[in-house]
């Protein structure tokens, strides 16, 4: 204790064994308020989510339909949210040859959390060979228009 006391009776040992200790409280205090911080913060850390919106149907293999010359099929499809939020989907065809199609259920294309829209339309193949026909869904956000390229349904 003894050796504690005279070397700390030195000033430039004095200020130093300060320098250490105060360097050491304003360690301890960053490492105890960053944690405090990094738990409560309240929308600082930005999230961004895809927009969920499945297409599903007996008639799809694979989101495609086959058709037989001049077949015609109605097609019942579901599109289910998986999202959190309220989200809007359109549907969308691509095919390289002409196909008509019709719609048997009108539907708005807006989805709640959760929610599932049923829709049948009916495709024709007014073609002498059979056509494959891509179905999808195309998802956005309410308030925004969804455009494509591919033929809308």
Do not use: H, W
């Amino acid at each position: 204790m003894k050796k504690m006391l005279d070397f700390l009776s030195r000033p430039r040992n004095m200020i130093f064994s300060l320098l250490v200790m105060f360097a050491l409280v304003v360690g301890l205090l960053k490492v105890s308020f960053s944690y405090y911080i990094e738990d409560s913060t309240n929308g600082a850390q930005l999230k961004l989510d895809t927009i969920d919106n499945r297409l599903s149907s007996n008639d799809l293999k694979d989101g495609i339909l086959y058709l037989n010359p001049y077949e015609s099929k109605a097609i019942t499809m579901s599109v289910t949210s998986y999202n959190e939020y309220e989200s809007t989907y359109k549907l969308f065809y691509d095919c390289k040859d002409e196909v008509t199609i019709e719609k048997f259920t009108d539907y708005d294309g807006v989805l709640g959390a959760g929610e599932t829209d049923k829709i049948t339309i009916l495709v024709a193949n007014p073609n002498s060979y059979s056509v494959e026909a891509k179905i999808f869904v195309q998802n956005g956000y309410v308030g925004n228009s969804i455009v494509s390229d591919y033929n809308a349904i």
